[in-house]
């Protein structure tokens, strides 16, 4: 099994709807990130959390809220969304500490029409 | 703030050579890391190397090493014995050492070619 898994893996939905993106790992780390990746941008930061009660904005936050339910998951939110949205979305986790790198999911590609 | 460069957007090699990707940073940190991750077809994040500002010697992951010039701020990745498995999407990455800032910030990436 994934250590960080993502649901769903594809999306397809319409402008205007809500969305949640879920994220859970079983590799204990406290600290996760939610990236948006768009073609030719690489991938850029929505939000971050170091532990159940910390949650900070990211460069490209406006538009997205998320919510850190457990230490083991982070979900990501679309409160309405818009087409600008389409893209490839991926959750991170690491270990507290000097030189811990990041591990990612496979991450939800999510389209919105 | 910081931001990374990779100012190739495509490279390509024959299999069994050696490729240079590279990539530049900016910053007025003294202490960072950086990292070199892959991302085939398959979309998964994949860590190659990594490597700590403050350590002079250049990592090395069997066929996968790094060229790192702090002075210069660049950071390049190196592939010997090229793979056709090596096909993949490179980003270059950097983090802050400053505790509670352990963010990655990305560059646009390198599209890699593998000619068999």
């Known amino acids: 099994d994934a250590d960080v898994t993502q649901t769903p893996r594809n999306r397809i939905t319409k402008t205007g709807k809500r969305i949640m993106l879920e994220c859970s790992q079983t590799k204990g780390h406290d600290r996760m990130y939610w990236y948006r990746q768009d073609p030719g941008l690489g991938l850029r930061l929505i939000y971050y959390?170091?532990?159940?009660?910390?949650?900070n904005k990211g460069e490209i936050s406006d538009g997205y809220s998320v919510s850190r339910q457990a230490q083991a998951k982070f979900s990501l939110s679309l409160e309405s969304a818009i087409p600008n949205q389409t893209a490839l979305y991926f959750c991170?986790?690491?270990?507290?500490?000097?030189?811990?790198?990041?591990?990612f999911g496979d991450g939800t590609r999510l389209s919105i029409l | 703030a910081q931001t990374v460069t990779q100012s190739q957007p495509e490279m390509s090699v024959q299999e069994a050579e050696t490729v240079t990707l590279s990539c530049t940073y900016d910053t007025s940190e003294s202490d960072y890391y950086l990292f070199w991750y892959k991302q085939p077809p398959s979309r998964q994040m994949i860590l190659v190397i990594r490597?700590?500002?403050?350590?002079?010697q250049n990592a090395t992951e069997n066929r996968f090493s790094v060229n790192f010039q702090k002075a210069a701020k660049s950071f390049s990745l190196k592939i010997s014995d090229s793979q056709l498995g090596d096909a993949a999407m490179y980003f270059c990455?950097?983090?802050?050492?400053?505790?509670?800032?352990?963010?990655?910030?990305f560059g646009t990436g390198t599209r890699l070619t593998i000619i068999p």
């Open positions: 990455a950097y983090r802050s050492a400053v505790f509670g800032n352990e963010k990655l910030t």
């Open positions: 490597q700590e500002a403050y350590k002079q």
């Open positions: 991170a986790t690491s270990a507290t500490g000097r030189n811990q790198p990041q591990h």
């Open positions: 959390s170091f532990d159940v009660k910390d949650i």
